[in-house]
Each structure stands twice: as structure tokens, then as C-alpha cells.
């Protein structure tokens, strides 16, 4: 008898359903209303990658890690600024190495009012890692940032969104507040197992709403930047007009080294801008918009 996997369609309805009940969507949290009778809500968040993408990869380049460093060196000076100007607090996730490499840059965001997250120990891809390790790496950069940021966090965000089979299980011990990084909806929601209600908030992302697939660039293979700024300037500006109409959540992705370039920064100084101009926008950290909704659908968080 063949010890072989089974093929998808040699799953049984058990088998399969299981699988698509790990983590799901659950009862919509969107709200009736936002903060202040206001009509939409808008979440900013930067993920402050840095320099664990190469080595994530096991990449040494000098050049690769060079690039990383762009990001905390003129990405997040650049992004602080902004929403200083702007008086907007964003939701900054930070791999653990990320955040000791640049423990100063950090506490600088805290001290300026701003949200840290978790987003993973060096940016590693959950669905590689050997059995034990993801969660592991997991407590020990939620360790890491309360230590460097003085507050453990409440959220997290896997690295590439990268959401394994047991990064609910990981979640639910950690008795975190919230996850953003499945897709199922464009408003919060519940995340549920086997069908059942978990108490955990999704804020949902989507890579629409993020600039890294937009200007990314690979520079031995075929991927290029190919979107202009005023392009993907006018993609966000759709998806924020979306929700505005709807009288939804816009939650928009976005990573310093790579929104940070001077023609780049540009586009988001615009976007705030044209949002603040609209009336009943509320704009809170990821924290903020997660604990309004589960308080609105009568959730009593754990933290």
C-alpha cells in the first residue's frame, strides 16, 4: 500500500473541509459606525522589513542589505514625517531583527504615538519552517519587541503573509488581539476553527493594497518596476473610494524601503491628504480600528 499523499480530489468532504476550516472568515465585524459618527475608517501600516529579506534568503550581498538599510536610514525618516505633518498614527511590523538592528528607530515610533506588531523573527516563510519552529520564533520576537518597545504587542502580521497551518494555534496562545494577514473580506471580521468563533479580529489585507508588488525589482530575473507612482496612486485612491463609499475600512501595506523613495513618498503625502480632505474619515493604528470593531459586535478582547 502506497504511503504516498493523497491527491486533492482522492480527499474526502472531512479531509477537505478541515483544511478549509483552519482559519476562516466568521461573522463580519464591520461596523455601523466609525469614531466620531465618522463614515469610513482608514488603518496605515508599514511593514519595516529592512534588511531580513536578504537575509531571510541567506543573501550576504553588501549591495541587497544595502538596499534594506535604505529603508530605516531615508524610508522611515521620510514616513515619520508624514505622519507627524499629517497628525495620523500608523501601525509599524517589525521582523525582530528588523527591530534589533534598529532599536532607536523603534522607540522613536513609539514615543511618536504609533502601533509595533509582529511580523515574524528575520522575515522567514512560515510554510518552510520545520515542525515547533515557527512557533518559536514567534514568542521570541513578541519577547523582542516588548523588550525594545517597552509594550508587548497585540497584533501580528506574518512575514509575506505567509499564514501556515499552525499559525492560528500560535496566535491563540499568544492571546493576541488581532491578525492581518488573510484575505477573506475588505472589513474585519472573526476568524473562526472547524467553525467555531476564536474572539480574534482579521483586519484584512490584500496585494492590491500593497506597494511592494507594484515597484519591487529582482535585478538578475525579469521583474521590474512597472507602475508609475501616479498609477498606483491612482489604484489606492480607487480602493480608499471604495470603502468610502461603502462606509468601510481602507487598510493600506506599505514598506519603508520601498514607499519611501523621494518620487514614491510623494504619492502617499497626496493620498493623506486627499482622504483628510473628505468628511467623516476616521484614521486609526490597526490596534485602534481592531479593538472599535470587536467592541462594536460586543467582543471582549483578552488584551
Not at 529579506?53 to 525618516?77: F, K, N
Not at 507627524?84 to 514615543?111: I, N, Q, T
Not at 472547524?194 to 484584512?204: A, C, D, F, Y
Request: hydrophobic share 40%.
Amino acid at each position: 500500500m502506497s504511503d504516498a499523499p493523497k491527491k486533492p480530489w482522492e480527499w474526502s468532504e472531512p479531509e477537505w473541509r478541515h483544511i478549509v476550516g483552519r482559519a476562516r472568515a466568521g461573522r463580519s465585524l464591520a461596523p455601523k459606525s466609525w469614531p466620531g459618527g465618522a463614515r469610513c475608517a482608514v488603518s496605515l501600516s508599514f511593514d519595516a522589513d529592512h534588511e531580513t529579506i536578504p537575509l531571510r534568503d541567506s543573501d550576504e550581498s553588501p549591495m541587497r542589505i544595502s538596499q534594506g538599510q535604505y529603508g530605516a536610514r531615508q524610508g522611515v525618516p521620510r514616513i515619520r514625517a508624514l505622519l507627524a505633518r499629517h497628525g495620523v498614527k500608523a501601525s509599524f511590523f517589525y521582523p525582530a531583527v528588523s527591530a534589533l538592528l534598529h532599536p532607536d528607530e523603534v522607540r522613536a515610533v513609539v514615543d511618536e504615538g504609533h502601533e509595533i506588531g509582529i511580523h515574524s523573527w528575520i522575515h522567514e516563510a512560515n510554510t518552510q519552517l520545520p515542525p515547533g519552529v515557527e512557533r518559536e520564533l514567534t514568542f521570541r520576537a513578541a519577547d523582542t519587541l516588548e523588550k525594545i518597545g517597552g509594550r508587548r504587542p497585540v497584533g501580528i502580521r506574518t512575514a509575506s503573509w505567509d499564514f501556515s497551518v499552525d499559525t492560528m494555534s500560535i496566535i491563540q496562545e499568544l492571546g493576541l488581539l488581532y491578525d492581518s494577514s488573510l484575505m477573506s473580506d475588505d472589513d474585519a471580521y472573526e476568524l473562526e476553527v472547524q467553525g467555531k468563533p476564536t474572539g480574534i479580529v482579521e483586519l484584512p489585507p490584500e496585494w492590491i493594497r500593497d506597494d511592494a508588488v507594484y515597484f519591487n525589482m529582482l535585478r538578475f530575473s525579469g521583474l521590474r518596476p512597472y507602475t508609475p507612482p501616479s498609477a498606483v496612486e491612482e489604484i489606492f485612491r480607487a480602493e480608499f473610494d471604495g470603502a468610502y463609499a461603502e462606509g468601510g475600512l481602507f487598510l493600506l501595506t506599505m514598506h519603508p524601503h520601498v514607499i519611501g523613495h523621494r518620487s514614491r513618498i510623494a504619492l502617499l503625502d497626496r493620498l493623506v491628504a486627499y482622504m483628510k480632505g473628505q468628511p467623516g474619515v476616521w484614521f486609526g493604528t490597526h490596534e485602534e480600528v481592531a479593538r472599535w470593531c470587536a467592541g462594536q459586535a460586543g467582543m471582549t478582547p483578552k488584551v
